[in-house]
């Protein structure tokens, strides 16, 4: 009977394992994030259609006559089960990232975000391929930065494994007094104490949030 018993728990420690292992394969995401650039060629695809429109949306934005400089276009493709994610906009306060906005969210495995900023503090605006082409613009951080040099790094392609609670930096933007401002890099971002080291008068992020 013994002999039975402890047949039938290794059986079912076995099965619990392969469960486990199963499951630990379902749940592996892969995340691709690139920059989309024009490609050569008389056709337009999905992408030039979709920076086509966003340059459009921006212009309209920029009738001002001042303009922004700053205009990137991202690919973001997931693997895996469809994701929850959310583009979010943070400040380095006291050593730490503090969350400011959450502009948007992405729900769909494959989708095209555009970011248009001259500073980052003054504003962003945003436009997604998805969902209904959704489009908005971040308020004002407030305090002034008129004077302060300006160093930005943006992500140009990253291909990683991700779960939930992961994040992925696509713009890091800081400000300094002074001619020369040191420089950083988008892996930085998950050592803010370091970069809060720089003596940055102020530094600012845009990731994709995975939940």
């Known amino acids: 009977m013994k002999e039975k018993t402890g ?8 099965m619990l394992l ?6 630990g394969k379902m749940q592996r995401a892969e995340i691709c994030i690139e920059q989309i650039v024009a490609k050569e060629g008389n056709g337009e695809n999905t992408e030039q259609l979709f920076m086509k429109k966003a340059e459009e ?10 303009g922004k400089e700053e205009r990137h276009f991202f690919s973001i493709n997931f693997t895996g089960s469809t994701p929850e994610m959310e583009v979010r906009i943070y400040r380095l306060t006291d050593g730490q990232w503090q969350h400011l906005y959450t502009p948007c969210d992405l729900t769909r495995s ?3 975000l555009a970011l248009m900023f001259d500073e980052i503090p003054r504003e962003i605006d945003l436009y997604t391929s998805y969902p209904e082409e959704l489009e908005c613009h971040t308020p004002s951080d407030g305090e002034a930065i008129a004077g302060l040099g300006c160093f930005t790094a943006v992500l140009e392609k990253i291909t990683t494994d991700v779960q939930a609670g992961d994040e992925k ?9 002074g001619d020369t401002v040191t420089t950083f890099s988008l892996d930085e971002f998950c050592c803010p104490a370091v ?3 720089r003596n940055y008068e102020r530094l600012y992020a845009v990731t994709i949030y995975v939940r």
Do not use: H, K, W, Y
């Not at 039938?8 to 076995?14: G, K, N, R």
């Not at 930096?169 to 007094?177: D, I, K, R, S």
């Open 7 to 14: 047949i039938i728990l290794v059986s079912l420690l076995t």
């Open 18 to 23: 392969l469960l486990l292992c199963a499951c």
């Open 57 to 66: 949306l921006f212009d309209r934005i920029a009738s001002d006559g001042q």
């Open 110 to 112: 494959n989708v095209q």
């Open 169 to 177: 930096p696509l713009v890091m933007q800081g400000f300094m007094e």
């Open 195 to 197: 970069l809060a080291e």
